[in-house]
């Protein structure tokens, strides 16, 4: 039985050039978020929610598991409004954040 080694190929190195065409910017770029945050505070209105049925659900249990733990404070009804509150902002910052890109798909 004999055996036969191939070399691999050199990795590419990296050049200028690819350093140009890389991506600067991702969707964690702080100039985003500053400029995306006030939008999906704005998107908290439930009429704007509307057309997202599943965020808007999860609006109106935020909204009354917030009444329900100012009603009976724990630590964990807390917590949960808390996690609550924040899948509704960061989904209406995704939908924002992802606008762009879905825009020339439709």
């Known amino acids: 039985m004999t055996m036969t ?24 770029d702080p100039k ?17 929610l509307w057309r997202t049925p599943i965020m808007f659900v999860v609006e109106v249990g935020s909204v009354l598991t917030t009444a329900l ?9 807390w917590l949960i409004v808390v ?4 899948t509704v902002l ?3 910052l995704a939908a924002l954040s992802l606008a ?3 825009e020339g798909l439709m």
């Open 90 to 92: 960061f989904g209406n």
């Open 32 to 48: 985003m978020l500053w400029l995306a945050v006030p939008s999906a505070l704005r998107k908290l209105n439930p009429l704007a």
């Open 5 to 28: 080694t191939t070399e691999r190929p050199p990795a590419p190195r990296h050049t200028r050039a690819a350093k140009a065409r890389r991506v600067r910017s991702g969707l964690l």
């Open 83 to 86: 996690w609550l509150w924040l």
């Open 100 to 102: 762009p890109l879905t």
């Open 69 to 77: 733990a100012i009603s009976d404070p724990s630590l964990f009804a």
